[in-house]
């Protein structure tokens, strides 16, 4: 994933003529079709649970429009990477992509890679209206004029992220010097430096034999990741710190979008929105099952001094150039506001 301002910037700026152009080309199409057929894509297999969810929301939209809009389904990478489906959105093409804030963050808004700092938010609730706040939708808008993207939801949160390995990690100290996979993404690294581990970047699909073969010794994932994926069973011990909740959900060509009609885009961000709340409950629901499962494969769970881990990693928002500390202030007050 390319994390270098500079080159985002100019990449930026081609994807714009791009769209400009693409868009053009789509405008007519739209106006000549009576029905738009859009593509949702993901990197994730069909099983997994967002995936799921974004099929009984295609479900739902199609009814709602009495046929309007039709969905076809690409599970498991098959549009290419969440970066690729960004791209292609950007272009006019008619992709709505599974995304995370990071990916977004390369396309014009740096602003955000803020949203998958650590403890950012205490909670899902907290992350839910901070996802439906102003403020992010101020971003949402920079986003659509500066890159052709339009965010539908990125209030899909699959669980809070906790670290597994070889032994608890229940104070920050205990991660110093621990071979720890960290994906190759400025937040993460900037995130678990200051905690001292030895960061090992290792694709998603080899941790389970890094862990066996002690590669690595410790990883971290939502419970529901951490299922799927069975690290778990290399892996004996989850210490519950909950320091990431990443924003995902989805973006399409805000051209695509503008040519649906004013009712057809409501229905459209409603039915998003939606989604992401009942992912949302989902992992909460699946939380207790599989921690019992869990403890019957014989994984022990250790809860984390959380106030200790979040002094450890304040650094992480005055490490940016790209926003200042009182963005930081304005996130936390648009996440616990109650107006």
């Not at 959105?89 to 709505?96: C, K, N, T, Y």
């Not at 995130?191 to 410790?218: C, I, K, M, R, W």
């Not at 207790?288 to 002094?311: C, K, L, P, S, W």
Request: with cysteine.
């Amino acid at each position: 994933m390319d994390k270098f301002p500079a080159k985002s910037c100019v990449r930026n700026k081609l994807y714009g003529l791009a769209a400009l152009a693409a868009g053009s080309l789509m405008s007519i199409v739209a106006a000549q079709a009576d029905n738009v057929v859009l593509r949702i894509a993901s990197v994730n297999p069909a099983t997994t649970e967002s995936f799921v969810v974004a099929n009984q929301v295609a479900e739902r939209i199609t009814e709602r429009t009495d046929g309007r809009i039709t969905f076809q389904m690409f599970p498991s990478g098959q549009l290419g990477t969440t970066n690729d489906t960004i791209e292609q959105a950007s272009q006019g093409q008619p992709v709505i992509g599974f995304v995370s804030a990071s990916a977004m963050a390369d396309f014009g808004v740096p602003e955000f890679s803020i949203l998958e700092g650590p403890f950012l938010t205490a909670n899902n609730q907290e992350a839910e209206r901070l996802a439906n706040s102003p403020l992010l939708s101020e971003l949402y808008d920079k986003l659509a004029e500066n890159a052709g993207i339009r965010v539908l939801a990125i209030n899909w949160f699959d669980g809070a992220r906790h670290m597994i390995g070889d032994k608890a990690y229940t104070e920050p100290g205990d991660l110093k010097g621990v071979l720890m996979r960290v994906p190759p993404v400025e937040t993460w690294i900037k995130t678990f430096d200051p905690l001292q581990v030895v960061a090992t970047s290792v694709e998603a699909g080899e941790v389970y034999s890094a862990l066996s073969q002690g590669v690595v010794t410790a990883a971290e994932a939502p419970l529901t990741g951490l299922r799927s994926s069975r690290w778990y069973e290399p892996a004996k011990h989850i210490t519950t710190t909950g320091h990431f909740n990443l924003f995902t959900g989805w973006v399409m060509s805000e051209n695509v979008f503008e040519n649906l009609t004013e009712a057809d885009q409501a229905i459209m961000l409603e039915e998003f929105k939606k989604g992401g709340q009942e992912l949302t409950k989902l992992s909460e629901d699946l939380g207790d099952e599989i921690r019992e499962e869990f403890e019957a494969e014989g994984v022990t769970f250790h809860e984390a001094n959380i106030d200790a881990y979040r002094q450890a990693t304040a650094g992480f928002y005055i490490n940016f150039s790209d926003w200042s500390e009182e963005l930081h202030k304005k996130m936390r007050a648009a996440a616990t506001s109650t107006d």
